[in-house]
């Protein structure tokens, strides 16, 4: 992709319309306006700190050509306000979706804006709310004239320096790699999970978390996701506050349906979806079926549902004895 000449970005002010203002989007507004460009911020939301009250305020307050970058939930909402924009906007206005859309979405709404002349860019986006402190890492998608045209509002909202940016490919391909990112994401959380949980098991480890704040400096294994995790534990170091559910935001689906879709082999990434589907669960009827099966075949014992707790709180030794509750 092209190389981005930075030195011309110096100084540019941009004026950006951003719709949505929640965590991600309200510390998106901040980071652009401590960087010198203009933002005015639209939220359906009256307790949002918003600039004007409607999408009709908000083109009304924009200077053509306009940029508008949305920042609200995937599916109906997105859809539904790039629409409104089409009939609002006209030629050479520029539409940015910068949220968790999948990339099968972003070819239909290009094609919708472009019969109106509008531009799209589908922008990937990932930093949490660790992002107005740290800069956001950007997957860019889309005419190579509209990123350009954008460059001064990435430059200010990535990270410092050469990385946190890139211009992966055509429309689609900025929210394709984000959603590859956050497969990866999920398989890495599993892996630190999954660690935590043998740790805490065995009675050899008397200190798990120090043990996890240990590797932050000169393993392999180092890395933002597992000092987040030293964090986590430091806060709450046997994890008594926390339930073990885990949601998806469809990323991961995505990723692994992908994957299928291109024959890639994609076990680790698979594997710590499902985990999160387990972590939903009560009881597992899976795991029913196994023990009903084992019964007719083995005439092994099978526990009723007031055994099974009762079991369990005698096998553990209550929650003071679980190897678990261990920090």
Sequence with gaps: MAAWNRGSMEGVTVQIGLIGLGKMGGNMAERLRSGGHEVVGYDRSEAAPRDVASLEGLVELLRPPRNIWVMVPAGDPTRQTIETLGRLLVPDDLVIDGGNSKYTDDPAHAALLADFGIGYLDVGVSGGVWGLQN?????????????RRMMPVFEVLKPPGDYGFVHAGPVG???FTKMVHNGIEYGMMQAYAEGYELLAAHPLVENVSGTFTSWRE??????????????????????EQVRGWAEDSGEGRWTVEAAIDNAVPMPVITAALFARFASRQQDSPAMKVVAALRNQFGGHAVLAETEKHEEKRHTTGGDEAHPAARG
């Excluded at 800069?135 to 990123?147: E, R």
């Excluded at 000092?227 to 046997?238: F, I, N, Q, T, Y």
């Design 218 to 239: 000169g393993t392999v294994i180092r890395s933002w996701l597992l000092d987040l995790m030293v964090r986590a534990l430091e806060a709450d170091p046997k994890m």
């Design 135 to 147: 800069g956001y890492a950007l997957m860019v998608g889309g005419d190579p004239k509209y990123v």
């Design 173 to 175: 391909a900025g929210h």
